[in-house]
DNA sequence: ACAATCTAACTAACTGGTTAATTAATCCGA
DNA sequence: TCGGATTAATTAACCAGTTAGTTAGATTGT
């Protein structure tokens, strides 16, 4: 009984386990300090495990990089290629679209983190990013601008290029929670509390529905 | 003569310059890489300079940073700050602001990196951010806020919250240049190239109009 | 001659990655 | 079904290369 009590993580042969432990150790460490700040001796003690278990599981820290990126993108991907496929007239699968986005960044910080961390590293042109952007960034892409052009031809959407609303559409989401830290003390103001993650929720899909619709059919104003 | 002929900047005898050519050499290096991915080494090469000035001009490391850092922001603040002075109504003046803070952005990459690295670094409440905020964005933020609120009480803009507004707006010119590698891969397309900014800067321009101003005063349309 | 500026050489600590050995399940023939 | 062989999973200890930071002294303008 002595052998299935100990939970202690480090032995418990569960490769499976042990793999997805190492790899959200990664993912964390990767989002908090970037590749180059990340220590593989950290990683291997929060995963409970020897340092030398992730050279096991993973060729190198590069590797072991990438698959914390796969990892994050594919889940995005996946969550947001669903909410495209659902049956909804432009307008409003625009709109979900957003509202789903901006919930899944808020509610995966980890992920939103290890992306921007990515796409800045990516002056350098990584193979990862590269990979990344084919498999999960363009099908969402593309089924996204097709959306668009759909809600243009009802007359629904102002004429909007889409390879400029989309990256509009990421900015207001995404860089809300990367600047918190910065408006936090120019304002005072905490903005990650519920309420104000909310508040913010409204305020996105107000300024993209006042920049995209052809006629304002919401509520007025940004927010109070 | 020889003393003079030789232009070897590691022994110039010029302590400014050096300071200068450390600090810019810093500064690049950091905005690429990172403080954690930045080498001291590279740092004192590029600057054609021995490693060990860097300690005498700057304690350490993280001192070298924070200086590049507040070159960096102290560079926005001046530039930003002078066109805030301007005296133009509040809707000339935030539409003056966007576009010149878009030429800003676009024409500083390091700058811009820098700033964008130390948002992300700062979950760690790091010092520097701190030190940054107060000084160089709170002066901004509490000026751009009211000139808002004149547009708003002149019933010129809609009832927005400039808590809201601002990091929307910096978030659309700024988040462009952060994904361009990305968007690069993902539409095939440079998005930096002369007329792709150029254009991003219409778009930015016309996305901010739409959302902002009560009744819409200029080219509809986000751009073809 | 003297203080400010600068350098070559060095070091202590760290870091990614390796190795050789250990443990524990599983397989398999008698 | 027992027990030895096999293999997968895991670890402790180690290593070579790197990196931030230091030191002791040289150079140079005034």
Redesign the pocket.
Same mark, same amino acid.
């Given at each position: 009984m002595a @052998?299935l009590a100990k939970t202690r993580l480090?032995? =418990? =042969?569960?490769?499976e386990q @042990?793999r997805a432990a190492i790899l959200q150790a990664a993912a964390q460490d990767f989002a908090r300090n970037g590749i180059a700040g990340? =220590? @593989? &001796?950290a990683i291997a003690r929060a995963a409970r495990?020897? /340092?030398?278990?992730l050279?096991?599981y993973f060729k &190198? /820290?590069?590797t072991l990089y990438g698959a914390a990126l796969d990892h994050a993108f594919a889940q995005l991907n996946t969550h947001m290629m669903a909410v495209l496929n659902r049956d909804l007239p432009p307008g409003e699968k625009v709109r979900t679209y957003v509202g789903e986005y901006f919930d899944f960044i808020a509610g995966h910080p980890l992920n939103r983190d290890l992306m921007q961390r990515e796409m800045m590293r990516a002056g350098h042109s990584s193979a990862h990013l590269q990979r990344i952007a084919k498999r999960y960034f363009q099908p969402l892409f593309i089924k996204l601008g097709e959306v668009i052009r759909a809600g243009i031809s009802a007359g629904e959407f102002r004429t909007v290029d889409p390879i400029q609303f989309i990256p509009s559409m990421v900015a207001l989401v995404v860089f809300y929670f990367t600047s918190a830290p910065l408006m936090k003390t120019v304002t005072g103001v905490d903005p990650l509390t519920p309420e104000r993650i909310a508040a913010r929720r409204d305020a996105v899909l107000d300024f993209i529905t006042a920049a995209l619709f052809r006629e304002q059919s919401t509520t007025q104003g940004e927010h109070v």
């Open positions: @052998t480090g032995s =418990r =042969r569960r490769p @042990t990340a =220590r @593989t &001796d495990v020897n /340092k030398a278990l050279y096991y &190198d /820290k590069q």
